[in-house]
Structures are given as structure tokens and as C-alpha cells.
């Protein structure tokens, strides 16, 4: 079975541009998270879709954006972008009610 | 936001068991503990949860206290693959979905 793919593995981008980033859940799964994870610190919640709604999200700027696809795939959009969002961006996928499984990540780099 | 609190490092020699504490003083009688690590920057790997009862698989022991606020994670013959940072979570399990807060977590280092 396939784990949770994300791409692209690394990102370079200036500052000002847009990012968007991409997740494949494992099939089966309806809900998709997005935390982002600063160098040397911990995770930080971003995005939580399940069905293709955004159910919840955390104490970010509305320049973080996303979606979810009828085929439960994700997108994270990141609009005019900062130093500081230089970070590795995580996905992760679920069944309501079931614990999370991650992708290896996308690595952004805001110069 | 998280509603853990963990030491945020110990050190544990190859082979002897890594005893992993874990505070959640303000636990839920619905919320789970869950535990995750995270080695080098690579995307975090689920090990075990439970709800009240102490649960063990192939990767390790689980034991919560009878009230329910704190935990310990037992990795019973440590290895130095197991060093990594490691978060204890708590979220409740629901048909409307999870909440997964994580936060700075323990870094565990096994040492030879």
C-alpha cells in the first residue's frame, strides 16, 4: 500500500512569490493535515480537511491557503512569501477517528 | 495548541529500556494519548495510543496512569535507530474527526 506522497521534495522560492504545495493521502483515507515545522522546532498545526472541507485551522495568516480534491488530495498554497516560511511542510492523512500517517515532507526555502 | 508537556531531552544506553514521561494534566475522558517520533526531519512515525489501558505492540509499552494524567512511553531495549524526537499527544478520537496538536516533544539520543 502506498503511504502519503508529497511533492515537491524541495522547494526554492524568493520572497514575495506564491508556493503550492501537493499531498496524496493513502487511498482510503478522507482527511488531510498540513503542519509546518521551522528548523529545530516542533510541528505547528496549519490545515485539517477532511471531505473536502476545511475543518479547522491553526494561528496562521490568511496567506496560508489550501484545498482538498473530490479525490481527497490536498494543496497547500503559501501567497507572498516570507523569510520565515522557510520551513519543511508535512502532511498527513487519515480515517475519521484514526491516527495519522506522514509523508516525508516538502522543504521550502525562501530566500 | 498542545496540552502536553515533556522534558524536552534524555538519554538512554543501547539496550536498557527508555523510559519517555509524558504530563496531561488536563486530559479529557474522551481524549486519547498518542505517541509519534520523528527521526531527523523525516516526516513523524505513529508507535502506539491508548485510552486508559496500559497497550503494548511490536515498538513499544504504554502506560498511563490510573487518573489519566500522565503517561510514559517504553521503548523496553533501545536501539540507536530509536533515537529521535518523540511527541505525546492528546486528542480525542471522534466521527467528526481528530485534533493533533504536537508539541517540541523529548529528544531521545541512545547512547553506544
Known amino acids: 500500500e502506498a503511504g502519503v506522497t508529497q511533492s515537491p521534495t524541495h522547494l526554492i522560492k524568493t520572497r514575495g512569490q506564491q508556493a503550492t504545495l501537493r499531498c496524496s493521502p493513502i487511498?482510503?483515507?478522507?482527511?488531510v493535515y498540513w503542519y509546518q515545522q521551522a528548523l529545530g522546532l516542533g510541528l505547528q498545526f496549519l490545515l485539517w480537511?477532511?471531505?473536502?472541507?476545511?475543518?479547522n485551522r491553526g494561528n496562521f495568516p490568511p496567506r496560508f491557503s489550501g484545498r482538498q480534491f473530490p479525490n481527497y488530495s490536498s494543496e497547500l498554497n503559501v501567497n507572498a512569501l516570507e523569510l520565515e516560511d522557510s520551513a519543511l511542510y508535512l502532511c498527513?492523512?487519515?480515517?475519521?477517528?484514526?491516527?495519522?500517517?506522514f509523508g516525508e515532507g516538502s522543504r521550502l526555502t525562501v530566500l | 495548541d498542545a496540552k502536553t508537556t515533556q522534558p524536552p531531552s534524555m538519554d538512554c544506553a543501547e539496550g536498557r529500556a527508555a523510559n519517555l514521561p509524558c504530563n496531561h494534566s488536563?486530559?479529557?475522558?474522551?481524549?486519547?494519548v498518542y505517541w509519534y517520533r520523528q527521526i531527523h526531519s523525516q516526516g513523524p512515525q505513529y508507535i502506539i495510543h491508548?485510552?486508559?489501558n496500559n497497550e503494548t505492540n511490536e515498538m513499544a509499552s504504554l502506560i498511563i496512569t490510573e487518573d489519566r494524567k500522565s503517561s510514559t512511553l517504553i521503548l523496553p531495549h533501545a536501539t540507536l535507530r530509536d533515537t529521535a524526537v518523540y511527541y505525546c499527544?492528546?486528542?480525542?478520537?471522534?466521527?467528526?474527526?481528530?485534533?493533533?496538536?504536537f508539541g517540541t516533544g523529548t529528544s531521545l539520543t541512545v547512547i553506544p
Open positions: 480537511y477532511d471531505e473536502g472541507e476545511e475543518r
Open positions: 488536563t486530559i479529557s475522558g474522551n481524549e486519547y
Open positions: 499527544i492528546v486528542s480525542a478520537a471522534k466521527n467528526t474527526g481528530n485534533q493533533f496538536y
Open positions: 498527513a492523512s487519515t480515517r475519521l477517528g484514526g491516527e495519522l500517517f
Open positions: 491508548g485510552l486508559k
Open positions: 487511498s482510503g483515507h478522507t482527511s
